[in-house]
């Protein structure tokens, strides 16, 4: 067997790209930079940046979530606490002409948290906003007003639409959903998310019904709220049960 020589291999870099979801006036949103640097300058991108020397990718993921974000990734077994973001490693992406620089492999991360604040540009991205995912999904491209539209950089509206699809399908199972909600909301409040996230309207009693009564998924806090108008609504955390019994199945549109 010959010996290993690491100069007959290639060398190639690793990023990671953060698809960052939240839920704003009711819509699923994603953040997007506008890149001030070549390849693709003056394009929207989804946030993201290369792996340090020093740093594994789960290390790298959170801090670039801090940097254009300001959040931080909390466990992903507690409920998410103010200032925290659920972060999970989404997909590994490696098409060799993915990146006109060089070979570069990103490893995707999923991030939700509930309703953000405007985003601050940071690194080489010359602004950042919130934008809805279906916008920046459209076949035509994303361009904001007075702006020729324009797909995605890289090969980020794939990141972007399976990190979507990623959110639609763990909420069905899982108590994702509330990771857009903040520590304390209502059943109105997780009902609007599911709407947002699925893109449907949910009746209010079935899912009234549903929710409370599967075990483990919410948590009476013994409070009330009054911020969506209207009589005081109960106000609930997340429970412990990361799997739903029965699931929340996805209506068919």
């Known amino acids: 067997m010959s010996p290993y020589d690491p100069s007959a291999f290639p060398p190639f870099a690793v990023t990671v790209d953060l698809v960052v979801l939240t839920v704003r006036r009711h819509a699923l949103c994603a953040l997007a930079v506008r890149r001030g640097e070549s390849p693709f ?40 606490q103010a200032n925290g973001a659920h972060l999970e490693q989404l997909a590994t992406y490696g098409d060799p002409k993915r990146d006109p620089r060089m070979r570069v492999v990103s490893v995707a991360h999923l991030a939700l948290a509930p309703d953000l604040p405007a985003p601050r540009a940071g690194g080489d991205a010359k602004s950042a906003r919130w934008a809805p995912v279906e916008a ?16 995605l950089a890289f090969d980020h509206a794939q ?31 997780l009902r609007r998310v599911y709407e947002a996230v699925w893109g449907v309207v949910l009746d209010p009693r079935n899912f009234h019904r549903k929710v409370t009564g599967t075990p483990g998924f919410l948590v009476p806090t013994g409070g009330t709220t009054t911020r969506q108008g209207g009589r005081p609504a109960q106000l609930f955390r997340a429970g412990g049960a990361t799997l739903l019994n ?3 199945l996805r209506p068919e549109v």
């Open 159 to 189: 990141i972007l639409a399976d990190g979507v699809e990623r959110a639609r399908s763990k909420i069905e199972y899982s108590s994702l959903a509330t990771a857009f909600c903040p520590p304390e909301f209502t059943v109105g409040e």
């Open 136 to 151: 920046l999904l459209h076949q035509g491209g994303y361009g904001r007003e007075g702006e020729q539209a324009a797909p």
């Open 246 to 248: 029965p699931p929340m």
């Open 41 to 80: 300058q003056g394009r929207w991108a989804l946030p993201g940046g290369f792996v340090r020397d020093d740093e594994d990718l789960s290390a790298a993921a959170a801090r670039e979530l801090v940097e254009e974000t300001g959040l931080c990734a909390h466990d992903r077994d507690t409920p998410v």
